[in-house]
C-alpha cells in the first residue's frame, strides 16, 4: 500500500480486500513519509491482523520527507521495529542504481547494499546493467550475512587478506 499514513489507512484497506474475497493475501506497507514512519508501530498492529504483512521503506521519498541527515536514523529505526515485530523489510529506492543503468557502482552505493544486508529483500531498478547489478549485490549479500544478522553481529573468526579475498 503506498503512501500509507495511519492505522486508520490499514483499516481501509483491510476492509476492501474483504469485500473482494482478498482475506488470504498479504499486504506491504510502503513506509514514505514522515506521518507514515511516526506511526509505523500502531499500523504494523493493524496489519498483523492478516496472515502476511511486510514494510518497504521508500528510501527516496522518506529522504525529501525526513531529509537527507535524518534518512540513516529513519531506516534504522524502520528496521528495528520491523525486526521486534518479526515483520519482512523491502530495501528499496536506487540501490546499485548507477552500476544498473551505467555499469559503474558509486562508493557509496557498495555501502548502501551493504548496508542492505539487514533486510530480507532488496528492491533493484531495471536498467540496461541489471543483471551485473543483481550478480555485485549477491556477493555483498554473500559475504555480509557472515558478519552480521540483521542487526546482531555474529563476531565470526576474521580472514584478513587471506588468499586475495
Not at 43 to 67: F, N, Q, S, W, Y
Not at 112 to 125: G, K, Q, S, Y
Request: charged letters at 25%; one cysteine or more; aromatic letters at 2%.
Amino acid at each position: 500500500m503506498s503512501f500509507v499514513n495511519s492505522a486508520h489507512d490499514v483499516t481501509l484497506l483491510d476492509e476492501a480486500l474483504s469485500r473482494v474475497k482478498g482475506d488470504h493475501l498479504g499486504i506491504v506497507l510502503k513506509i514514505e513519509t514522515r506521518r507514515g514512519f511516526e506511526n509505523l508501530p500502531s499500523m504494523l498492529l493493524t496489519a498483523m491482523r492478516r496472515p502476511k504483512v511486510g514494510v518497504m521503506i521508500a528510501r527516496g521519498d522518506l529522504a525529501v520527507e525526513c531529509g537527507y541527515e535524518r534518512l540513516a536514523e529513519v531506516q534504522e529505526e524502520i528496521l528495528s521495529v520491523c525486526e521486534a515485530s518479526h515483520v519482512p523489510v523491502i530495501w528499496a529506492t536506487q540501490v546499485l542504481e548507477n552500476l544498473a543503468q551505467k555499469g559503474m557502482p558509486s562508493r557509496a552505493e557498495i555501502s548502501d547494499a551493504v548496508m542492505a544486508h539487514r533486510a530480507e529483500c532488496v528492491m533493484l531498478n531495471k536498467g540496461p546493467h541489471v543483471i551485473e547489478a543483481l550478480g555485485v549485490l549477491d556477493s555483498i549479500l554473500k559475504r555480509m550475512e557472515q558478519h552480521q544478522t540483521k542487526k546482531r553481529a555474529l563476531l565470526r573468526a576474521l580472514r584478513l587478506a587471506q588468499n586475495g579475498r
